[in-house]
């Protein structure tokens, strides 16, 4: 991880893409906008594939017995009286499609829009023909019961509001065999997805069926981004002054889908809970030109995507929350990969930004990893059980802005050890 992966975000408004958006502001709101999309998270392909399929494999290794894996897609509507008209295996046939020789069973709709599905469907495909005697690609009923199905593995790359996934899990609880398995324990349901907000997670906490949530890395947003609370209100006052300029009649997106203020994008599509200033309508907006016009991805922006997350500019990010000592002294220069992280992660809870989103977005860590860092501060003492900034971590704190002052014997930068501030030899 370095400081200058997550750069690439800042690149998106020299594209010619993205000076011809910065000019439909105006000149006063021009810094605001540049603000909003350097602050996006991009997500690569190579990323969003790689670290999905660790997921994956993560939790089936948990697993004892093989795993049905189903990339999750819309599902059509019907009406309950259509419901009870369709054959018990209609579940199956909702999340996958016989191919005309009916034997072989499609991950996608023969109608569907392809994206992130497409992706995972290929992803899936592969890990079961590498794997075959631990997984099985979108599997019917039968083929369930005569592999001895011990979980099925639902695979979305983002869950937001979490109606899709909701719905998609709603579909396979309509099979009375599955509820009958997983009564007697003998399967278990698992949503794994790339990122996921937290109302998504709660909504589906609260399913019948009880599913077990993987996220590998917390949805980020504009709300809880590690920016000052003036510059969160010039982003929002950007994209709502601008959403009534140029969407008048859709005023429930300005703010994204279910006013999620989401900021982070893939390379296969930019969510619609994403400020709609960023993006324009399927039927066009002619006065308006997105930086991801219908929420796709141009080769030109694509390139600009890292291809895997890094941190930020550590500085940057102290000084955008109003650590303004702490990155004038001096003192992250000076410390090594560890050590960055850890006083991010205390200025961060210092100035009250204690989201776990937040924190992965202002260290680059994923959702497994930024676990492991707070445990670490609260195992040292710098943080309360309560993640709660303690005594020891605000004395961590003020030794770090007065680094200056201080003899600069500290452990030479990259490595990856970590010393208290307290804990070195200082001269007057």
């Known amino acids: 991880m370095t400081d200058d992966g997550n750069f690439l975000a800042r690149k998106l408004v020299l594209t010619g893409q993205g000076k011809q958006w910065i000019t439909q502001f105006d000149d006063i709101d021009q810094g605001t906008a540049i603000l909003l999309a350097n602050s996006l998270t991009l997500i690569s392909h190579t990323e969003f594939r790689r670290e999905l399929e660790k997921l994956v494999l993560g939790a089936a290794a948990d697993i004892e017995g093989p795993v049905s894996l189903f990339a999750v897609r819309e599902l059509p509507k019907s009406s309950p009286e259509e419901t009870w008209m369709m054959p018990q295996v209609l579940p199956f046939y909702s999340c996958t499609s016989r191919s005309e020789d009916g034997r072989s069973i499609n991950s996608v709709g023969a109608t569907a829009d392809l994206g992130s599905e497409a992706i995972i469907a290929h992803m899936i495909r592969q890990l079961a023909r590498g794997n075959p005697a631990k997984f099985i690609n979108h599997p019917t009923l039968n083929e369930m019961r005569d592999r001895g199905c011990r979980a099925v593995f639902v695979v979305d790359d983002f869950v937001g509001s979490g109606g899709r996934v909701r719905?998609?899990?709603?579909?396979?609880?309509?099979?009375?065999?599955?509820?009958?398995?997983?009564?007697?324990?003998?399967?278990?349901?698992?949503?794994?997805?790339?990122?996921?907000?937290?109302?998504?997670?709660?909504?589906?906490?609260?399913?019948?069926?009880?599913?077990?949530?993987?996220?590998?890395?917390?949805?980020?947003?504009?709300?809880?981004?590690?920016?000052?609370?003036?510059?969160?209100?010039?982003?929002?006052?950007?994209?709502?002054?601008?959403?009534?300029?140029?969407?008048?009649?859709?005023?429930?997106?300005?703010?994204?889908?279910?006013?999620?203020?989401?900021?982070?994008?893939?390379?296969?599509?930019?969510?619609?809970?994403?400020?709609?200033?960023?993006?324009?309508?399927?039927?066009?907006?002619?006065?308006?030109?997105?930086?991801?016009?219908?929420?796709?991805?141009?080769?030109?922006?694509?390139?600009?995507?890292?291809?895997?997350?890094?941190?930020?500019?550590?500085?940057?990010?102290?000084?955008?929350?109003?650590?303004?000592?702490?990155?004038?002294?001096?003192?992250?220069?000076?410390?090594?990969?560890?050590?960055?992280?850890?006083?991010?992660?205390?200025?961060?809870?210092?100035?009250?930004?204690?989201?776990?989103?937040?924190?992965?977005?202002?260290?680059?860590?994923?959702?497994?990893?930024?676990?492991?860092?707070?445990?670490?501060?609260?195992?040292?003492?710098?943080?309360?059980?309560?993640?709660?900034?303690?005594?020891?971590?605000?004395?961590?704190?003020?030794?770090?802005?007065?680094?200056?002052?201080?003899?600069?014997?500290?452990?030479?930068?990259?490595?990856?050890?970590?010393?208290p501030q307290q804990l070195r030899p200082t001269t007057c």
């Open 167 to 419: 719905s998609f899990l709603e579909s396979l609880w309509l099979e009375p065999t599955l509820k009958s398995w997983w009564s007697t324990k003998l399967i278990r349901f698992h949503v794994l997805a790339y990122s996921a907000t937290d109302h998504g997670t709660r909504s589906l906490q609260r399913l019948r069926c009880s599913p077990e949530i993987c996220v590998h890395r917390d949805a980020t947003s504009f709300e809880t981004l590690p920016l000052s609370l003036e510059k969160k209100e010039l982003i929002r006052k950007l994209c709502r002054d601008y959403g009534a300029r140029v969407f008048k009649r859709r005023k429930n997106m300005w703010f994204g889908y279910k006013q999620g203020m989401c900021s982070t994008v893939f390379e296969h599509g930019c969510p619609n809970n994403t400020p709609a200033i960023l993006w324009d309508m399927k039927d066009g907006t002619p006065n308006w030109t997105g930086l991801f016009p219908h929420r796709a991805i141009s080769s030109e922006i694509a390139s600009v995507f890292p291809l895997e997350i890094a941190r930020g500019d550590s500085v940057a990010t102290l000084m955008n929350m109003g650590q303004t000592k702490l990155a004038k002294s001096g003192a992250l220069s000076r410390a090594g990969e560890t050590g960055q992280i850890i006083l991010l992660v205390l200025a961060l809870i210092a100035k009250g930004h204690r989201k776990r989103a937040t924190i992965c977005f202002a260290t680059g860590l994923n959702t497994k990893d930024c676990e492991r860092i707070i445990e670490r501060c609260i195992k040292w003492k710098f943080l309360t059980p309560q993640r709660r900034l303690a005594p020891q971590g605000l004395a961590e704190l003020d030794a770090a802005r007065k680094f200056r002052a201080q003899s600069q014997t500290s452990v030479d930068r990259g490595s990856d050890y970590y010393y």
